[in-house]
């Protein structure tokens, strides 16, 4: 901080920093949100997924090799990309037997694969909690508390199978991942360190992870997520496009609200911003 910015900051600390502002700071802090690109869910323009499927048409990316949609629930997403006219194939990942049925319908319709898997660290049987009685919701998720301490529910426990991106890749002969798109209320990190093999190989194009509350439940700072990709530059999707979030730091990345935040392999750094 320069001179100038001290002397700006005592001035408005002496003058505004008090408790009778703290509700109107609280106000715009909340609304500079939006801003930035976090809590805007309500439809894939707002949340910048439309800008961003149409970089990386403009682009060539996704002119080859396979997507990966893993928390597809009932497969909001891939419908979204067949409506882009996407055409590559997809392999849409819901674990729970509720949403599955209803994303195999939707895959039926559609033209892409439903895999009746979750993706993790390990291929293993695991526990997916819902709302009890209520099976196949889109908060579903590996941790309890996401139900019970963010949402307020009563959970339910549903048994599941686990693979890992890097077995499935292996078994379906993928040579490319033009989009890895992960939204498992809090598990990103697991899905993750099941790709390190494809990561490595620099087989995955682009990463899309959806960053919230849940990863307060899992333990997970976005700073794990960066070190298991050296490899990538890292963008917030606004509604017009790409942000880059630059280098790493706290204020910038450690938002525990929604958020769609993209990874780029670094060939890609000197993309800035969509079209």
Known sequence: MNTLARSAKRVYVFLFVRKAFYSFHLLFYKLSMFG??????????????KAFIRYLINRGKLSSGAILDIGANVGNYSIMLRNNKIRLPI???????????RLETAAAEYAFTAVPLGAGETRTTAAIYDYQGEGGSEHASMYKGVIEELHKGQAEAVAIELTTIDAFVAAHNISRIALLKIDTEGHELSVLKGAQECIRKGMAEAIQIEFNEMNVISRTFFKDIIDLLPGYDFYRLLPDGLKALGKYNTTGFEIFLFQNVVALKKETEGIRTAV
């Open 36 to 49: 930035l690109g976090i809590r805007n869910h309500e439809n894939e323009v707002v949340s910048g997924e």
């Open 91 to 101: 392999y849409a990942f819901e674990p729970h037997p509720v949403a599955f049925r």
